[in-house]
Every structure is written in structure tokens, then in C-alpha cells.
């Protein structure tokens, strides 16, 4: 099996290309949101906090955040890939992770956090989780300019329509009723995923100095997503492959996309600290969500990789007995 070191090649352009989000060294100590009123997104802002830098930092996250930049303060992500590694053309393209409709979204109350979070909120997950790394200060160009790009993204969306962006959606993906399977899962990662990400899963790089980033991103080792990020649960990463991967031609069927998604996810990768925080309430952790603790009596293994359908049953009856309860 070759190395991401025998697969880099020099003068590649870096594009917004990939599976799975983003990540590299493990983070020492886990940052944690706190709910907090953010500013308005153009108080006092830098000259430089434009909607097209906003933009150059999702298409170029290495070059701009990443571990090799000179400035050392700037580097807050800990990976050298892009934020347009899971959302494609800097997150223009309508369909599965798109930006378009992000400002829709938000705010709203997240159970990770058990508090209401906004699109700044949001931004600074995916910093520490998907990208290994630290969060944005609130008053930073970067964030203030992150911000303002995905809400002029809200503003294209309106303009265009919800019929474009649904025909953009491919068929919903069906989870399975059966465990997800492995083996057969690496026989569909070698057939379908491995020309573009590399036999060992480890990437592309765009050029031999790596703070270009990857041309496609590692789906796994010390320089993928972590153990924290959303892409980490098999559900959300088989929504995902089977919209979007191949890249430019997706043809997996439900199967293939859940059996390949948990070979992916079965493999190793940076470790987020304190995860038992997430989720206060247990009730409403994603049954995919591969650590506990949980609010039930399923192994961490049906977790990661189903059956799912027992557990959907059981958080369903939960809501119901609930639902009836008299009122004391």
C-alpha cells in the first residue's frame, strides 16, 4: 500500500474535492461552546472581513488556518484540509452539505450543547471537530468574514428558489435493517473510493509542501476528521456518500454507501477528550453518535454500525410512554 507522501504531486490546483470533513492532531484539551451573544457581523469589522475572504477561507482552510502557516496565531485549524472538503464549491453546489441553506437553520437550539446556537456557533463545531482544531475568536476577521460569506450564501438561496435546490437532492438514503458490513465495505472503498483517496485512505495532497492542503482529503489517519465530528457517525456519513461520492458521478446504492461508511468509520483517527459531555439530555444523542454515554442498554457497537432499526423502536416507544404520561 503506498503512503500520502508517495502520492504528492507538485503544481496541483487545490480544489473543494472529497468525502468525509477534515482533521489532523489530536487537540489536547476539548474547547466547548458557551452560549454567548455573538456581534453583528459587520460591527467594527476589519477591512480585510469581506464575504470573498470568507470565501478563500472555506476553498483554502490550509493555506489561510491551517499548521504550516507563518503566523502561528493563525493557525487554528488542525488539519490541512478545507472547510469545502465536505462542502463542495465552498459550499455553492445545491444538494447534501451545501451552504445555501445553512441561514435557515439558524438559530436554533442544539442538544450537543443544550443551548440555542447560530451560524458562529456552528462554525466553531466544525473548527474543533471536523477540523481537529481551536475556535475562531468572535471578534476575528476570520470569523466575522466566514459569517458574512455563508449569509450572503442564505441571501443566493432565496434568490434562486426551493425547486432548484430540491432537484439538486438525490433519493433519500434508507438505512438498512441489518448491521453494517465491513468487510464488504473495504471491497466497495477499493473499488469506488480509493482511485481518488489512496489505497490507505490517507489522500491526495495538492502539492509536495502540504500547506496547499489535499487535493482529496484523507478519509482516515492523523490527518482526517476526528472522533467528535458529525461525519463520525455512520448515518450521517452514508447521507453524504451516497449524495455526493463518487465525486461528480454518485451511483452507491443504500447498501454501498452504509457498508462503506462504516469501514471508513472504522478506522483510526485523532480522538476528541470529553465526549461524555455532549448530549446532557441522552435522549437526544443521534442513535449513531459512536460514544456513549447513552439513555439506553444498546452496546456501543450497535451503535456505531447497527442494527439501527431496534433502537429507533426503542427511543420511539420512549417518546410515546412519555407523550402519555399524566402530568404531576
Request: charged share 20%; glycine share 8%; hydrophobic share 40%.
Amino acid at each position: 500500500m503506498s503512503s500520502a507522501a508517495d502520492r504528492k504531486r507538485g503544481g496541483v490546483a487545490v480544489v473543494a474535492l472529497g468525502c468525509c470533513a477534515l482533521g489532523a492532531v489530536t487537540v489536547g484539551a476539548t474547547l466547548r461552546l458557551a452560549p454567548r451573544p455573538w456581534p453583528s457581523a459587520k460591527a467594527n469589522a476589519p477591512a480585510i472581513a469581506t464575504e470573498e475572504y470568507g470565501q478563500r477561507l472555506i476553498a483554502q482552510t490550509s493555506e489561510l488556518l491551517g499548521p504550516d502557516v507563518a503566523d502561528p496565531a493563525k493557525r487554528y485549524s488542525g488539519s490541512r484540509l478545507a472547510c469545502g472538503s465536505c462542502h463542495l464549491g465552498a459550499g455553492t453546489e445545491p444538494g447534501t452539505l451545501s451552504l445555501l441553506q445553512a441561514t435557515r437553520h439558524y438559530p436554533r437550539f442544539s442538544p450537543r450543547v443544550a443551548a440555542t446556537t447560530g451560524i458562529e456557533d456552528r462554525i466553531n463545531e466544525c473548527m474543533q471537530r471536523s477540523m481537529n482544531g481551536r475556535p475562531l475568536p468572535a471578534n476575528s476577521p476570520e470569523m466575522i468574514a466566514m459569517a458574512s460569506y455563508i449569509r450572503v450564501l442564505g441571501d443566493r438561496n432565496a434568490a434562486m428558489g426551493a425547486s432548484l435546490l430540491k432537484s439538486a437532492e438525490p433519493p433519500a438514503f434508507k438505512t438498512p435493517a441489518r448491521a453494517a458490513d465491513i468487510l464488504d465495505g473495504k471491497q466497495i472503498f477499493d473499488r469506488h473510493c480509493a482511485p481518488c483517496h489512496g489505497s490507505d485512505g490517507l489522500g491526495l495532497l495538492a502539492a509536495a509542501d502540504r500547506i496547499q492542503g489535499y487535493a482529496f482529503p484523507p478519509l482516515w489517519g492523523p490527518d482526517s476528521f476526528n472522533d467528535g465530528a458529525g461525519m463520525h457517525r455512520v448515518l450521517t456519513a452514508a447521507r453524504f456518500i451516497k449524495a455526493r461520492m463518487p465525486l461528480g458521478k454518485p451511483d452507491l446504492s443504500d447498501d454501498q454507501a452504509f457498508d462503506v461508511a462504516a469501514f471508513i468509520n472504522s478506522q483510526p483517527r485523532p480522538h476528541m477528550a470529553n465526549l461524555d459531555r455532549d448530549f446532557p439530555d441522552r435522549s437526544a444523542k443521534p442513535i449513531d453518535t459512536g460514544y456513549g454515554p447513552y439513555a439506553d442498554d444498546f452496546p456501543v457497537g450497535q451503535h456505531q454500525f447497527g442494527p439501527f432499526p431496534p433502537i429507533q423502536a426503542y427511543y420511539k416507544s420512549l417518546k410515546k410512554s412519555s407523550a402519555s404520561a399524566p402530568e404531576k
